[in-house]
């Protein structure tokens, strides 16, 4: 199992372009998140999902639109960069109906993102 | 005010100490309580769930007191292995899913 990868691990964007960052588990987990974390500030949570083709917003969505088109993917994207968002962005999944650990969160190695 | 607060640290203990970190929430419907370590630049980790009575793993104690809506971590015998941030974690559960709410962290360094 490779648990919750991310893809990509570094990025560089200038101020108006867009990407997107791919979330990846392997767990069969209903449940996926996107954090960003700042310093001093925590983890806040930008939009997550419940299951396949649902997503909510989080404490802090603006400028952000996520996709779960597949249950074992969770994309997310910035459509025009600002430097506010440079941080560092986590993705984790919790959940699953086989094996239960509903309370148990389980995290990808993080993409740092610097918007220039 | 935070949902999830904690001591802003950092501590920066001697190998062998025992150290304390505090957290208090403030939404009561909170449902599940945890701490997660996080290593410089890595992702966060669990570290142990917080049960009402109180639970010990290892040299590792979490207190819960729900009536204060506060949470404690107890480390005894402190390594240098323990160096890290320790986050306080509640879970909200609504009628949509559940979010967990992250504290911003503790830092603790323990010094040889």
């Known amino acids: 199992n490779a648990g919750v990868t991310q893809t990509p691990k570094f990025r560089v964007l200038k101020t108006g372009q867009s990407m997107t960052l791919l979330c990846a588990q392997d767990?069969?987990?209903?449940?996926m998140y996107w954090y960003r974390q700042d310093p001093g500030m925590g983890l806040r949570l930008i939009h997550y999902?419940?299951?396949?083709?649902?997503?909510a917003k989080g404490e802090v969505p603006d400028g952000y639109n996520v996709s779960r088109l597949k249950k074992q993917n969770f994309l997310l994207g910035l459509e025009s960069a600002a430097p506010s968002q440079t941080s560092v962005y986590f993705c984790?999944?919790?959940?699953?109906?086989?094996?239960?650990?509903?309370?148990?969160?389980?995290f990808g190695p993080g993409t740092r993102l610097t918007v220039l | 005010r935070k949902e999830v607060e904690q001591d802003p640290g950092p501590f920066n203990v001697p190998e062998g100490a025992t150290v304390a970190f505090n957290c208090t929430y403030s939404?009561?419907?909170?449902?599940?309580f945890f701490w997660y370590r996080q290593d410089c630049r890595k992702e966060p980790k669990l570290l142990m769930s917080?049960?009402?009575s109180g639970n010990e793993d290892g040299r590792f104690t979490a207190q819960l007191n729900r009536a204060s809506q506060y949470i404690s971590l107890l480390i005894r015998d402190s390594k240098l292995s323990d160096s890290a941030t320790y986050l306080c974690?509640?879970?909200?559960?609504?009628?949509?899913?559940?979010?967990?709410?992250f504290g911003p962290g503790t830092r603790l360094s323990v010094l040889p």
């Open positions: 984790a999944s919790s959940y699953s109906k086989v094996t239960g650990g509903q309370d148990t969160q389980y």
């Open positions: 767990m069969n987990h209903e449940y």
């Open positions: 917080v049960y009402s």
């Open positions: 939404n009561s419907a909170s449902q599940s």
């Open positions: 974690v509640v879970i909200k559960r609504d009628n949509y899913g559940q979010n967990f709410v």
């Open positions: 999902s419940v299951g396949e083709g649902t997503t």
